[in-house]
């Protein structure tokens, strides 16, 4: 049987070796304590999300929220669904453009985000108390660095499609040659 030293010893070099593995490790385990504490939450994590930018006020619709979580948009309406039936969240059309909806949050979706969220930031500090105390600050403030730039990305790669897509030129229906009678 070996100890716990040796166990974690076999793990660190690749720790230290690959910065993918490192940062999966960390996200599942931060998923994994988040997802305990949202857990009757409807949508779990997802859920939880939602109702954050709602709170926020961030949702400024059922695409965007899908996009910007990486959700499919049928299963986003579903997810909105489920919060909207616990009278969490609300959709609303949105003045600026009636094809769209905002979802915002309800008093009571905003009093469970604040106990939520509050059980959250535990964990985050759980998760950063591992740093040094000099980079407990500077560590959440450099991964919303990357996931700026990486939203920033997204967002002009999907702009560029769409735009791509406009300019594409619609052929002409393919019309029917006439057969010979014979």
Do not use: C, W
């Not at 940062?23 to 305990?36: C, N, Q, T």
């Not at 030129?169 to 029917?176: G, I, L, M, Q």
Request: net charge neutral.
């Amino acid at each position: 049987m070996t100890s716990d030293n040796t166990q974690t010893t076999a793990v660190l070099p690749l720790l230290e070796e690959d910065f993918g593995f490192a940062v999966g490790i960390m996200f599942r385990a931060y998923a994994k304590a988040v997802e305990a504490v949202v857990v009757d939450l409807p949508a779990g994590i997802r859920g939880y999300f939602i109702l954050a930018a709602a709170v926020r006020r961030e949702a400024r619709s059922q695409r965007f929220l899908a996009s910007r979580l990486g959700v499919d948009r049928t299963m986003m309406t579903y997810l909105l669904d489920d919060l909207e039936e616990a009278g969490l969240v609300e959709r609303k059309p949105d003045p600026a453009d009636r094809r769209s909806r905002q979802i915002l949050s309800t008093p009571a979706g905003e009093k469970l985000y604040a106990a939520l969220h509050a059980k959250v930031l535990e964990i985050d500090q759980q998760v950063i108390s591992a740093l040094p105390e000099e980079s407990q600050a500077a560590f959440p403030e450099m991964v919303y660095a990357i996931a700026r730039q990486v939203t920033v990305q997204e967002a002009a790669a999907e702009q560029e499609a769409e735009s791509a897509a406009k300019k594409k030129p619609t052929s002409a229906p393919r019309r029917r040659q006439p057969r010979p009678n014979v």
